[in-house]
């Protein structure tokens, strides 16, 4: 985790004054509901332990310096003409926060900024709304502008989807600046309601990279979304009162399944089904039946991977080899898919060797080396220093 008098030195040493501020937002993972969020339903995910820092000191002119240790790179841009950068794609997560803050006629001045993270960058853990939401977080703190958490997750991912031009629903921003330390959170991507719901301490999350990216994922991604738009048009000449997905049962699609051409309608039973496993997992979550959970979590896996197809082999063996290990509770894909990564619910005791052996065990099978972080749940934006 970055220092925060490291921090503080470093931007004293690029600024030549000292910050007034350090603020951090988190990355987060999801336990489950995949590919739910676009259909108005559920997600589980927790904030994790690891966040974009922002150390920051305003400054009296339309400046904004930003410099990201990650990518030892500065840019610099003036409040009044915020465009997009060619040169420096990163600094358009920057760029879309301060625009989007502007655009709600918010009195924002310039800045020095100073970042560094040490979420995985692109690596499906959210490094890009830890990113949006601490810029716009520590604006806000410089400049005494009030923001709800809602309304700072709902701006960072305007900046992502306009400015970026990343379609992405609302689950990262909403974990960057809401998540819950020790808690997952319920939430309803309809309507933005959420309950939080404790992980009980003897359980921790294992989030493993298989190091497999496929090429495909935003094409693949669209394709996904279209089905179910697709879906949903053909169902409602009998249901005519259905907005999403969300709004049909299991028993419906069962029923009306004849609407749907081949191809669509396994991805319709993927979301369907998946909307009633997060629900039923959040309240065995709840009563501390982690059994259910995990087996919750093995057939969000098989539902992924057989009607949503969004799996790939690396993936399947990662799950069957957690499954096989001690004190594993569940696991499956979490993400978009195509590659990216696993989650697991391992109870506490065993979770160190569980983390060596699935390391050593996929690298045997597939000769690829994963990467594995083990989480705890983690609280959404905060101060994390102030000079
Ligand atoms: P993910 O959000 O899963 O990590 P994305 O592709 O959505 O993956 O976001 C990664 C991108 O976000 C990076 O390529 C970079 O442009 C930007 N980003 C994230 N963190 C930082 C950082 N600390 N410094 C600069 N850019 C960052
Ligand atoms: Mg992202």
Redesign the pocket.
């Known amino acids: 985790m970055p220092e925060v008098s490291a921090l503080r030195d470093a931007f004293t040493a690029r600024f030549g004054i000292t910050p007034r501020l350090i603020v951090r937002a988190p990355g987060r993972v999801n336990l489950i509901g995949e590919h739910t969020d676009y259909n108005e339903g559920f997600v589980l995910p927790i904030a994790i332990d690891r966040a ?1 820092f922002v150390a920051a000191r305003a400054r009296p002119d339309h400046t904004v310096r930003v410099y ?1 240790a ?2 030892a790179a500065e840019d610099s841009f003036d409040l009044a003409r915020i465009e997009r950068s060619a040169e420096q ?2 600094s358009n ?1 920057v760029r879309g926060v301060v625009k989007g803050l502007l655009a709600r006629d918010l009195p924002i001045l310039g800045a020095d900024l100073l ?3 040490d ?13 949006e939401v601490s810029v716009g977080y520590a604006l806000q703190l410089l400049n005494n502008v009030d923001l709800l958490g809602e309304e700072l997750a709902l701006l960072a991912q305007g900046a992502e989807n306009s400015f970026v031009g ?1 379609q992405c629903g609302i689950m ?1 921003q909403f974990m960057a600046a809401l998540g819950r330390a020790g808690h997952a959170l319920l939430l309803d991507c309809r309507d933005l309601s959420y309950t939080p719901i404790p992980i009980p301490p003897d359980v921790r999350v294992v989030v493993c990279d298989s190091g497999v990216r496929h090429t495909l994922v935003g094409s693949a991604y669209n394709e996904r979304r279209a089905a179910c738009h697709e879906a949903v048009t053909l169902l409602k000449a009998r249901l005519p009162r259905i907005a999403a997905l969300r709004d049909v049962t299991t028993e419906q699609l069962a029923v009306n399944g004849d609407l749907l051409p081949p191809a669509v309608l396994p991805r319709a039973r993927h979301v369907v089904s998946e909307i009633g496993r997060t629900l039923r997992a959040a309240e065995a979550l709840e009563r501390g039946d982690l059994r259910l959970f995990g087996a919750l979590m093995y057939e969000s896996h098989a539902s992924l991977r057989d009607d949503y197809e969004v799996s790939v082999p690396e993936i399947d063996t990662l799950v069957e080899l957690a499954r096989g290990l001690p004190g594993c509770y569940g696991s499956r894909i979490t993400g978009g898919g195509f590659g990216g990564s696993t989650v697991s619910l391992v109870s506490t005791g065993a979770v160190e060797a569980f983390a060596d052996a699935l390391g050593a065990q996929y690298q045997d099978r597939t000769g690829n080396q994963a990467k594995i972080l083990i989480c705890t749940p983690s609280e959404g934006v905060s101060r994390a220093a102030t000079f």
């Open positions: 974009t990201s990650n990518f794609p990163w997560y970042i560094e993270s979420v995985p960058l692109g690596g499906g853990l959210s490094s890009s709304a830890s990113l990343m990262d």
